[in-house]
């Protein structure tokens, strides 16, 4: 069985920081693409980040440049977003999700929700003024 489950959201001060896991089951991450999302509060779900496990090859939503990393420990099966910088705005419920294996190589990645066909329950984040 196939299964995302992420951790790490917490309520934190604005200007701190925290990372985010997404730890991976049933299948190996590679030839997947991982992808990091978010919904916040009164607004719909968008592409944070995503990776490309094989190459480790990134990208990161202009909500995410700059404050956002994305990585990932293909020993632990598991897949990262250090936040840093946070700011109120970045209030929301976060989702790992992934796109997975289309039959060719795939060397960059994209964060439209309907590439991603596993998704994660989402883990919390809230950020205080």
């Known amino acids: 069985q196939i299964d995302l489950v992420e951790s790490g959201g917490d309520l934190v001060q604005s200007g701190g920081s925290l990372r985010l896991s997404c730890a991976a089951s049933?299948?190996?991450?590679?030839?997947?693409?991982f992808g990091w999302f978010r919904q916040t509060p009164g607004k719909e779900r968008e592409g944070v980040s995503c990776i490309n496990a094989p190459d480790g090859n990134s990208y990161h939503s202009p909500v995410a440049k700059g404050r956002f990393t994305i990585s990932r420990d293909r020993a632990k099966n598991t897949v990262y977003l250090q936040m840093t910088n946070l700011k109120p705005e970045d209030t929301g419920v976060y989702y790992c999700?992934?796109?997975?294996?289309?039959?060719?190589?795939?060397?960059?990645?994209?964060?439209?929700?309907?590439?991603?066909?596993?998704w994660g329950q989402g883990t919390p984040v809230t950020v205080s003024s």
């Open positions: 049933g299948f190996p991450m590679d030839y997947y693409i």
């Open positions: 999700a992934v796109d997975s294996p289309r039959g060719f190589p795939r060397y960059t990645c994209d964060v439209q929700i309907k590439d991603y066909d596993i």
